[in-house]
């Protein structure tokens, strides 16, 4: 029973104390709310910087993903070690012999994807484009990728077997060479079209899906559903239009611009116009025989390994069969997802840490200026505190109040700065690449607004120690 009572006590005077701080901060309002600016500035930043970072992590993760994941490995030639320079003519490069030998040599590999780049240019309905990747693939460089066909069909084996004109191409390069949904108001379906690639007519048999990032499809659909007049739509939409397919995250308009050819076509019917530099590595034989019968060289070769976690042991038995392959000479590279991967975490870390820096900055200036205002608040209120000593207060009691007032103000600040932190991201997001847009998690407002409640506590410390400590006394003399 006595117990409860003491509670009771305890809330009632902890009430008041509260109430005499929050009289002290609104008799001095602008002094408080200048005061209140550091935390604001530092909370806001805080948010803003979080919700950027947050942003860009899922930006290039969604990436990531859409060129094919961690399991993904991309083998290509490179320069021989300086120690092999003297066995320069022999190099093969990779070829499709390399293909065949990792087929039925490399357990830890699942699937194989060969591929020989075309600099090409398409031509059709009277317009011309040039796409970012043409290349000559296997029917398998479908799931390699993460392509999805939209309409029509993929090349098949048969279409590589007998080296037929056909290809697949993206919306980037419907929408050059035909038009594009937003521009004619309907979907162009150009399968059963001819274009024409390097003056060669080739039939459209598959169009991909159109690909984009989460964020861009939602402005997307926003504008699609915005009325003319209003915010986003007609002179917004019109340039939504123009522009939207290039203001997207870079990977998903090389995927949207993709064009794939049977890989014997190009082997059989482009090699002659070729050179071993650049994009157009060469398809000549290997030995320079330069026939359709030779080995064909590849640009690149693309592996998927049965998982992450068996990536470093894939990676040593391919190199032990291309090692074999090519008599020893170590004229391949290994590019791996897992590269990419790490240099995403090491740059979100690297953000993450500097905003955390800068916004700590701003907090620690607000709380030397709540210190300050504090320190000057008990030196106008030496005589009141005094009175209050003289009348029967603690210097506990004395000390909870100056302590209060200090995260009164903290905790305002810091509600205040949620609220400017949203404006503030609205303004990054206007400045923001669409796939990088901020977003705001709710883990970052708790943790802004927790270091905020603890700036307070540290900042009015000292104050209330000092103000605990005056002797009755000497305060009331205080002039």
């Not at 997307?220 to 290039?246: I, K, M, N, Q, T």
């Not at 049965?306 to 290994?334: P, W, Y």
Request: glycine share 10%.
């Amino acid at each position: 029973m006595r117990a409860a009572e003491e509670i009771r006590h305890t809330r009632a005077q902890f009430g008041i104390v509260l109430v005499a701080g929050l009289r002290e901060i609104w008799a001095h309002k602008f002094r408080s709310l200048l005061t209140m600016l550091g935390i604001i500035l530092g909370v806001s930043s805080l948010v803003a910087m979080s919700a950027l970072v947050a942003g860009m992590e899922k930006g290039a993760k969604e990436a990531l993903v859409a060129i094919g994941g961690l399991e993904k490995i991309r083998v290509e030639s490179q320069e021989l070690p300086p120690d092999q320079r003297h066995l320069t003519d022999q190099a093969v490069g990779i070829t499709i012999n390399d293909v065949y030998a990792l087929a039925k040599n490399s357990t830890l590999v699942t699937r194989l994807s060969p591929e020989m780049r075309l600099p090409a240019t398409l031509s059709a309905n009277g317009k011309t484009f040039r796409p970012w990747l043409c290349n000559g693939v296997w029917p398998v460089a479908l799931e390699m990728s993460e392509h999805v066909i939209a309409h029509g069909r993929m090349i098949n084996d048969i279409d590589d077997e007998m080296a037929r004109n056909v290809c697949v191409i993206g919306t980037a390069t419907r929408d050059q060479l035909w038009g594009s949904p937003e521009e004619i108001g309907r979907e162009i379906i150009p399968v059963g079209e001819t274009v024409y690639i390097n003056g060669m007519p080739f039939v459209v048999v598959g169009l991909f899906q159109h690909y984009e990032s989460e964020q861009d499809r939602k402005e997307r659909l926003a504008r699609e559903l915005a009325p003319p007049e209003a915010p986003g739509g007609g002179v917004a939409r019109d340039r939504g239009r123009r522009f939207g397919g290039r203001r997207g995250n870079f990977v998903f308009h090389l995927k949207n611009s993709t064009v794939y050819l049977p890989l014997n076509t190009v082997w059989m019917k482009f090699r002659s116009g070729l050179s071993f530099s650049g994009l157009g590595s060469s398809f000549q034989s290997v030995g320079g025989a330069g026939g359709a019968t030779g080995d064909p060289r590849l640009s690149t070769l693309e592996m998927r390994i049965a998982g992450v976690e068996v990536l470093t042991e894939a990676l040593q038995q391919v190199r032990n069969v291309l090692m074999s392959t090519h008599k020893g000479i170590e004229d391949f590279s290994f590019r791996t997802q897992e590269d990419w991967a790490e240099q995403i975490n090491v740059f979100i870390r690297n953000a993450r840490l500097s905003g955390v820096l800068i916004a700590g900055i701003s907090l620690l200036v607000g709380g030397i200026g709540i210190m300050n205002i504090m320190l000057a608040s008990i030196s106008e209120r030496v005589r009141e505190i005094g009175i209050r000593k003289s009348v029967g207060a603690s210097g506990a009691d004395v000390f909870v109040q100056i302590l209060v007032e200090s995260v009164v103000i903290a905790v305002f600040g810091g509600i205040a700065g949620l609220a400017a932190s949203f404006g503030l991201v609205q303004l990054l997001a206007s400045v923001s690449p669409t796939e990088n847009a901020p977003i705001v998690q709710a883990s970052s407002l708790l943790i802004a607004f927790g270091f905020s409640a603890l700036v307070g506590v540290l900042a009015g410390v000292f104050p209330a120690i000092k103000a605990a400590r005056l002797n009755p006394i000497q305060a009331l003399r205080y002039e």
